[in-house]
């Protein structure tokens, strides 16, 4: 039996969770890599879990982020490390984690985003989620950059802002994948 979704924050989860949370997203993206970089970027946020028992059977982690569109600054609340159990895929798990995700997106955040794996764009695009197709670009602390080879993989959950998925969005800077 699947449990509900929780929502936590990152200090508020016990370290054994975060374990299992870490260890199901490497599973999960095995293949693709899925290293230490990738999960601090998914700390100091929410935490959307489904625990079955002991097990965290998916998870997905929304961080607070700073991007530039239009002239404006977003506040943006970033989709990290969605993941579900591969035995147990296809069950709404996914849905389920997005779904709580979102809730907070719209009441908290300008935005949402995320950069989707070629796996997980189908997932996003039925939640009406937005694939960016104008450029996207980074604040690095040399100045900003382009960063083309994200253009395809950035998706966008409009809330309070009004966004052009034509135009040029910009992320701020973080080590390791900026989006």
Do not use: K
């Not at 924050?9 to 230490?36: I, M, N, Q």
């Not at 690095?140 to 809330?159: K, N």
Request: glycine residues 12%; charged residues 25%; proline residues 4%.
């Amino acid at each position: 039996m699947n449990g509900p979704v929780t929502l936590a924050s990152t200090a508020l989860l016990h370290p054994a969770v975060l374990d299992g949370a870490r260890g199901l997203c490497e599973v999960a993206f095995e293949g693709e890599g899925f290293g230490e970089e990738d999960w601090q970027h998914a700390l100091g946020g929410l935490h959307a879990l489904v625990v079955d028992g002991d097990r965290v059977v998916a998870h997905g982690a929304l961080v607070p982020r700073r991007f530039h569109h239009a002239g404006r600054v977003l506040r943006v609340g970033y989709v990290e490390a969605v993941a579900v159990d591969p035995a147990r895929r296809r069950r709404g798990l996914g849905s389920a984690v997005m779904a709580a995700l979102e809730d907070v997106v719209r009441r908290d955040h300008d935005a949402g985003a995320l950069g989707a794996t070629d796996e997980g764009a189908a997932l996003y695009s039925a939640r009406g989620w937005v694939r960016w197709r104008g450029s996207t670009w980074a604040e690095t602390p040399t100045g900003r950059i382009r960063t083309e080879e994200d253009d395809d993989a950035v998706f966008v959950l409009p809330a309070a802002a009004d966004l052009d998925p034509t135009g040029e969005l910009t992320c701020d800077w973080r080590d390791g994948d900026l989006w």
